[in-house]
């Protein structure tokens, strides 16, 4: 990416597919002296679309978005504009989905509750050619028990983990991966000590934060 001069407008795509929230980052982004938000985009394929086109100086894009997610839209990014720097703007706040953005290429990672001072800072900086990691996500990074899902399960205990956190029961899961509901139980059990976690609904709330599910509410 070329250097920008000190009078050249930080050009901005910015996805999210909740339409409210999205377009209300606009608005504050556009209050910013020298940002111009040039375009938008609802999930990773229009980012993607949209990028190609409108070849802008960053991109903010959430991780959680219907069809291709915000990390494998970072990845096919890195593939295709290596030098186009991406920060991660989230709710989600799991070390897993933190270390997998990071590992797709993200240069920063915020969560959306930052000050609009923040956002900006993290937005020059980023720009110009640095990283920037809030404070929160900087000590989730650093915390010697930070392991995510994928240091602590196999892949098809993580795949089990999802099926059971979208509700489904031993049965169903036996029946969708070709195990009986007695193996599908003996997963659960070993997942539940592994993660130190006893009921369903704790299973479910650690599966969300983590980025192993998508909130059906978002």
Same mark, same amino acid.
């Given at each position: 990416?070329?250097?920008?001069?000190?009078?050249?407008?930080?050009?901005? *795509?910015?996805?999210?597919?909740?339409?409210?929230?999205?377009?209300?980052?606009?608005?504050?982004?556009?209050?910013? $002296?020298?940002? =111009?938000?040039?375009?938008?985009?609802?999930?990773?394929?229009?980012? /993607?679309?949209?990028?190609?086109?409108?070849? $802008?100086?960053?991109? %903010?894009?959430?991780?959680?978005?219907?069809?291709?997610?915000?990390? =494998?839209?970072?990845? &096919? %990014?890195?593939? &295709?504009? $290596?030098?186009? @720097?991406?920060?991660?703007?989230?709710?989600?706040?799991? !070390?897993?989905?933190?270390?997998?953005?990071?590992? +797709?290429?993200?240069?920063?990672?915020? /969560?959306?509750?930052?000050?609009?001072?923040?956002?900006?800072?993290?937005?020059?900086? *980023?720009?110009?050619?640095?990283?920037?990691?809030? $404070?929160?996500?900087?000590?989730? %990074?650093?915390?010697?028990?930070?392991?995510? @899902?994928?240091?602590?399960?196999?892949?098809?205990?993580?795949?089990?983990?999802?099926?059971?956190?979208?509700?489904?029961? +031993?049965?169903?899961?036996?029946?969708?991966?070709?195990?009986?509901?007695?193996?599908?139980?003996?997963?659960?059990?070993?997942?539940?000590?592994? /993660?130190?976690?006893?009921?369903?609904?704790?299973?479910?709330?650690?599966?969300?934060?983590?980025? !192993? *599910?998508?909130?059906?509410?978002?």
């Amino acid at each position: 990416m070329p250097g920008l001069s000190p009078q050249d407008p930080i050009r901005i *795509v910015l996805a999210d597919d909740h339409t409210i929230v999205r377009e209300a980052l606009a608005t504050l982004l556009e209050s910013v $002296p020298g940002f =111009e938000v040039v375009a938008q985009a609802s999930s990773g394929e229009e980012l /993607l679309r949209v990028i190609d086109f409108q070849r $802008p100086d960053i991109v %903010l894009t959430d991780v959680s978005m219907p069809g291709l997610d915000g990390i =494998e839209a970072l990845a &096919r %990014l890195r593939e &295709r504009h $290596p030098g186009l @720097p991406v920060v991660v703007l989230s709710m989600l706040d799991g !070390v897993d989905v933190i270390k997998r953005a990071v590992a +797709s290429g993200a240069r920063g990672y915020l /969560l959306k509750n930052a000050s609009r001072q923040e956002l900006e800072h993290a937005v020059r900086t *980023v720009t110009a050619s640095g990283q920037y990691f809030s $404070p929160a996500i900087a000590a989730i %990074l650093l915390r010697k028990d930070s392991d995510g @899902p994928s240091q602590l399960l196999t892949e098809r205990q993580i795949e089990i983990l999802r099926l059971i956190a979208t509700g489904h029961s +031993s049965k169903e899961i036996g029946f969708q991966l070709g195990l009986s509901s007695k193996t599908v139980d003996v997963h659960r059990a070993h997942i539940m000590q592994r /993660l130190d976690i006893h009921d369903i609904a704790s299973l479910t709330r650690y599966a969300l934060k983590n980025g !192993v *599910v998508r909130d059906s509410s978002d």
